[in-house]
């Protein structure tokens, strides 16, 4: 493209595919979004560019300025290289992805949002703005800290009022302005009001203000003028005054989130309708979100349902019930991105209303064709070799917003995959949810699939929603619906027998084999698939699959077992210690340790052993107070003798009556846990007992009390 003037918006497809592009001597007064070109440049060539949106979700593109080129402002959606030669130059620069900025060109201010974390740049801009806990490079820096030039600023426009909100526009970003560096003036019809609840976000040099739509306001022209505060330090200058706008006594306002940078998302129409399901009749009002995401708009009373549109996003809709006398505030939503031609992405929509959350889980083969990867809130992305090739982008929970979850397949594998939804509070039917998931392929903008949960559905808290088959290297996917609720996958329990006992806790317990016995493990579900370690490691969907009896051949070994439907994730474990060592043997190697265990966790006092003698011995004047250890070995436990300072022997229940009520000393075992509670003063039991006998697994060890 050369000696152009675009006066609208710019768009550098994915289906330009490779080779340099040159934009020579172009000037777009609009926003330019770069969504393709593979392994090659964008070279900007003495050209003048408002805002530039870099959004490529397959790998990094390298966009190159030459020349005396200028650029308001970048956004880097995803991953990118941006050289800035001498010359040329960047007013804002705003990451939300990890970037590598070269060259020695010139940037006024870099906006780093967490997802630019670990960014480099060659470049040192004049301010820098970090979020909460971001970190960059700059030449080889660590830079933590905001770290602007500037110390004073004055206003340049005031703008995009609503009836809550203004947009304040700085001739120079500082850092620190608050509520107090302004006075803020507003007039209905030319007459003075006061604004309630005034406050000032920075980030979006957002000023917010409760509404100013009532019965009384109906109808009358509305603005504001924002001044700097007479003695401010950082705020200097004349005030500016805001667009007029005319108030209604009803509407709605609030704010449309991209569901992949969390971002407000700039330039999104909304259509308005009346009545919950009309979503083709006549359009009864029309608003575009500001370059925050936020938006307002006029509505009389009652229920509509909002279009919500824009280039390169899925249409997705919002619901709202205007209420008589007011402004509906807060009505924010989410809007889904459209993904490029070969990548995949599932939405997950429920009523929040009836259930608070649902999880989406996708399981999915990896790279070396016989394992798997699950992408969850728990495990949001699977990466190899800095390639991303799947994630949850948008979870419920984002801004307090329940009722959708989003999840892109960038690069898919031949194999099958698996996605699932999963209540965990479990106190609502899901078929009460309304849930619904929606498969888009490539950048289609309309769902290629589409399921809802079963209606009906009341017992089950894990709906099975369908299974991806890819194959022919990620050009054939086909997609079949399983829509089966079950009743409850987390609780599909494996069950690991070993001679004529079964054990099905997550509790290890120590069992006794010999070489060559065989263990199997069955499932409480015959229809699940069990996976098992004996390396000590929690099993997962790569680990090794159970066909048959596992043969006991090697002393000691840890043996977790896992039982899960359709590759879910959500499940439970079975444990059990194998040990071809006598219990004797084994009772005299673990003892020691467990003693060990004991004294360390407690500072008052000292257990020593040696030759089956115990020694406990009282460290300080601290109460000795609740001591315990979980232990993984089985215990038969015998209180034997307790020899008394004068040389008196007691016996068996005897011992243990006295024990309990005149030393108050009791000693449990229990579910493979020791406790020991010691109530009386050490110095009166040790002056009362001088040893006791205890038998444990038929190992007599003798206690004994010290100083």
């Not at 304040?168 to 003036?185: A, R, W, Y």
């Not at 996605?419 to 998931?437: D, R």
Request: hydrophobic residues 35%; contains cysteine.
């Amino acid at each position: 493209m050369k000696n152009m003037a675009i006066n609208g918006s710019l768009i550098l497809a994915e289906g330009i595919g490779e080779g340099d592009i040159i934009l020579e001597n172009v000037t777009v007064t609009g926003d330019t979004y770069v969504r393709g070109s593979e392994n090659n440049s964008i070279h900007f060539r003495n050209s003048t560019l408002a805002t530039i949106i870099v959004n490529k979700n397959d790998g990094q593109v390298r966009i190159v300025a030459e020349g005396d080129t200028k650029f308001i402002e970048v956004q880097l959606e995803t991953p990118a290289i941006v050289q800035i030669p001498e010359g040329a130059r960047i007013e804002t620069l705003v990451l939300n992805a990890a970037a590598n900025i070269l060259g020695n060109g010139a940037i006024n201010t870099a906006r780093v949002h967490i997802g630019g974390t670990g960014s480099n740049l060659s470049i040192r801009p004049q301010n820098i703005v970090l979020d909460s806990g971001v970190s960059i490079w700059i030449n080889g820096e660590i830079i933590s800290e905001n770290m602007p030039q500037e110390t004073t600023t004055s206003i340049k426009n005031v703008k995009n009022l609503t009836p809550t909100s203004v947009d304040i526009e700085f001739n120079k970003f500082i850092e620190g302005l608050s509520i107090n560096d302004f006075v803020i003036t507003a007039t209905l019809n030319g007459e003075a009001i006061e604004l309630q609840n005034l406050s000032y976000d920075e980030v979006s040099q957002t000023l917010s203000f409760s509404s100013v739509v009532g019965a009384s306001s109906s109808g009358k022209k509305f603005k504001i003028t924002v001044s700097p505060r007479e003695g401010s330090t950082k705020l200097k200058g004349e005030g500016k005054t805001s667009n007029e706008i005319t108030l209604e006594s009803t509407g709605i306002s609030g704010r449309i989130i991209d569901d992949v940078s969390h971002l407000g998302a700039s330039g999104v129409t909304i259509k308005f309708r009346s009545g919950v399901n009309n979503k083709d009749g006549e359009v009864v009002a029309e608003t575009v979100t500001d370059e925050n995401g936020y938006y307002s708009v006029s509505l009389p009373a009652g229920q509509y349902i909002g279009e919500l549109s824009g280039e390169g996003y899925v249409t997705g809709y919002l619901y709202a019930v205007v209420p008589t006398d007011s402004i509906l505030t807060d009505k924010n939503e989410i809007i889904i991105r459209a993904v490029s031609l070969e990548q995949i992405k599932i939405v997950l929509t429920w009523n929040d209303k009836v259930i608070s959350d649902l999880d989406s889980y996708l399981v999915a083969p990896s790279l070396d064709g016989t394992s798997k990867f699950s992408i969850s809130l728990a495990n949001r992305k699977y990466e190899y070799n800095g390639i991303k090739y799947a994630e949850l982008e948008q979870n419920g929970r984002a801004y307090n917003r329940y009722g959708i979850e989003t999840t892109t397949i960038y690069r898919p594998i031949d194999g099958e995959y698996y996605f699932y939804a999963h209540e965990f509070a479990s106190t609502t039917p899901l078929g009460n949810s309304a849930a619904k998931v929606q498969i888009f392929k490539g950048n289609s903008t309309v769902a290629d699939n589409s399921f809802n949960v079963p209606e009906g559905s009341s017992d089950g808290t894990d709906w099975i929603v369908f299974k991806l088959t890819v194959s022919n290297q990620g050009q054939n996917v086909n997609v079949t619906e399983i829509g089966k609720v079950e009743k409850n996958l987390y609780y599909i329990k494996p069950i690991i027998k070993i001679g004529e006992n079964e054990y099905s806790s997550y509790i290890s317990e120590t069992v006794f084999a010999k070489i060559g016995d065989k263990i199997t493990i069955t499932s409480s579900d015959e229809d699940a698939k069990i996976r098992y370690t004996t390396d000590g490691s929690k099993p997962n969907l790569n680990s090794t699959l159970y066909t048959g009896p596992i043969t006991v051949d090697k002393e000691n070994f840890k043996l977790t077992a896992m039982a899960a439907k359709y590759d879910a994730i959500i499940c439970q474990y079975s444990n059990v210690n194998i040990t071809t060592q006598s219990i004797e043997e084994f009772t005299k190697s673990r003892v020691p340790e467990i003693l060990n265990r004991i004294s360390e966790d407690n500072t008052s006092i000292d257990i020593t052993e040696e030759n089956q003698i115990v020694t406990i011995t009282k460290e300080n004047d601290d109460a000795i107070g609740y001591i315990w250890e979980n232990i993984d070995m089985p215990i038969h436990y015998e209180l034997k003798s307790v020899t008394l300072a004068d040389g008196f022997t007691l016996k068996n229940q005897n011992v243990i009556e006295w024990m309990n009520k005149k030393i108050d000393r009791k000693i449990m075992v229990y579910s493979g846990m020791i406790d020991c509670y010691f109530n009386s003063n050490f110095d009166t039991l040790k002056s009362q007992v001088s040893e006791l006998v205890v038998s444990i697994n038929g190992v007599d060890y003798t206690v004994k009390f010290a100083n």
